[in-house]
Structure formats: C-alpha cells, structure tokens
C-alpha cells in the first residue's frame, strides 16, 4: 500500500504565497505521474497541475505563471509553488500520483487526504 501526505496548506491573503508538499510512503512502488487537483466548496475537483517522472509539466490555465510544480524522485515528493493567490485559489488541494506496485498489472491512482489553501481578499 503507498501512502501519499500533503503538507503545508493553511490562510494567507490575496498576493500572497504558499507551498504545498506531498510525500509518498510505503514499500515497494514506482511512481510516474505526480500532481495536483484542487476542490472548491460546490464545485468538482479539478487539476491544478501535473509532472511526470521526466519532468514534463501541465497546468491548468488559471494558475499558469502563479504557480511552479517539481518533484523530486529520490524522495518521491511533489511540490507546488503558488504564487500571487486569489480568492478564487480556495480550495481543498489533494495531492495525486499514478503508481504501479509489484505484482499487481496497472498502475493505480492514489489520493492525499488532502489540506486546505484559504485565500483571504
């Protein structure tokens, strides 16, 4: 089973800065895509961004130039730097990996718990 813990969310105001850390545990796995999805009250979850093992990224269009994702395979981490926050960044902020364990076929979609970002304007 893998483990993934997301840290660093919390309240700062509009213009202001925050960074989240997601660490994956457990024994035996292999990551490749790693990222985030955000959850506003009364609406879907959606990606924020994402990066592959190689280092490819993808953002979705309301937090391109705000917000810098990166990882770091030796620690299985995935980290996103959100910059410049809005109001509208509020949201629960769930950390995502795609993982293949041993002996299983697929590779397998694994959820944080999440952490909550509030943006005060």
């Known amino acids: 089973q893998v483990q993934l813990v997301e840290s660093g969310g919390g309240l700062v105001q509009a213009g202001g800065s925050l960074r989240l850390s997601c660490a994956a545990s457990g024994r035996r796995f292999s990551i490749n895509g790693m990222g985030w999805y955000r959850q506003a009250p009364g609406k879907q979850r959606e990606l924020v961004a994402l990066i592959t093992s190689g280092g490819s990224t993808n953002y979705t269009n309301s937090v391109k130039g705000r917000f810098i994702i990166s990882r770091d395979n030796a620690k299985n981490t995935v980290y996103v730097q959100m910059n410049s926050l809005k109001s509208e960044d509020t949201a629960v902020y769930y950390c995502?990996?795609?993982?293949?364990?041993?002996?299983?076929?697929?590779?397998?979609?694994?959820w944080g718990l999440g952490t909550q970002v509030t943006v005060s304007s």
């Open positions: 995502y990996a795609s993982v293949w364990v041993p002996l299983t076929p697929n590779w397998t979609d694994y």
